[in-house]
Structure formats: C-alpha cells, structure tokens
C-alpha cells in the first residue's frame, strides 16, 4: 500500500488564502503519474482545504489514466503525513468516470463539509491501475471563500 502526494498536498506548493473575507478563492492541484498506481491498495492525496475554509466547488479531471472512475473525500490523518494507514471518503465524488473527463462534485456535497480549524487534505482513490507516464495527470480545481 502507498500514499501519492501531490506538491500541494507534500507543503511543497502555496495552498491559495483569502485576505478579504468572503472572497473566492481557487487552487488548482495537479499530480503527474510518474509512478504506477495500484487501485487494490493506493491513496492519493492530492489537495488541502485551509482551515476555516467553506468549500463551495471541487472538480476532478483526468487525462490519459484509462477507464477508470474515481471516488473523492477527505482524508483521515495530518495534511503531508505519510502515513500509508491513512482513508478517503467519498463525500465528495463517488465512482465517477475521469477517463479524459472532469467530473465536478455537487454544491450540497461542497457546502455539507463544514469548515475546520485545521487544514484538511483532499484525497482519491481509482478503480483501477493506471501504469506510469508523464502524460497521465489528475488535477483537481477547488474553490472555497473564507
């Protein structure tokens, strides 16, 4: 079992905050199949949802990772720990296509994740294999108000 992780989701990228209140925020969080993945046992941690954010939009797109449907949610455990022991919920997409497709969560999912005070990762598990390439990506667009 092996947890990805995006940069985002490794610290490595700035994750997007508001300085006005109820301005809309967007960060967009991409990661590059540059090793295997096994659907049977790995995780992908792909974005955070900063603290005290109100999550109002999530869209998942694949491109070139087969056809596969993936299931969304937020993940168990610190944002960046690689803990392979760590879950993704699927609150906000469940078994959806992302073969060379974007599948957008609904607002009612966005808005039933009540903001927290702290930092939370955004996680994906696939139903199947996708081998390694650097054309094979999984981005995902957030978009949450503070």
Do not use: W
Not at 8 to 24: C, D, F, H, K, N
Not at 48 to 63: F, M, Y
Not at 87 to 106: E, F, H, W, Y
């Amino acid at each position: 079992m092996a947890l990805k992780q995006s940069n985002m989701a490794q610290l490595r990228e700035t994750t997007p905050s508001g300085y006005v209140s109820g301005a809309r925020m967007v960060g967009i969080a991409t990661y590059t199949v540059a090793q295997a993945f096994t659907a049977a046992s790995d995780k992908l941690e792909l974005a955070v949802l900063p603290a005290d954010a109100r999550l109002v939009s999530a869209e998942l797109i694949g491109v070139g990772v087969g056809a596969i449907t993936a299931t969304m949610g937020l993940m168990s455990g610190e944002v960046g720990a690689s803990d392979n022991a760590r879950t993704v919920g699927n609150q906000l997409l469940a078994a959806v296509s992302i073969n060379d497709t974007a599948a957008k969560a609904t607002t009612l999912a966005c808005l039933n994740i009540a903001p927290s005070n702290v930092h939370r990762s955004i996680g994906v598990t696939l139903s199947g294999n996708v081998a390694a390439g650097s054309a094979k990506k999984i981005t995902l667009v957030l978009e949450y108000v503070f």
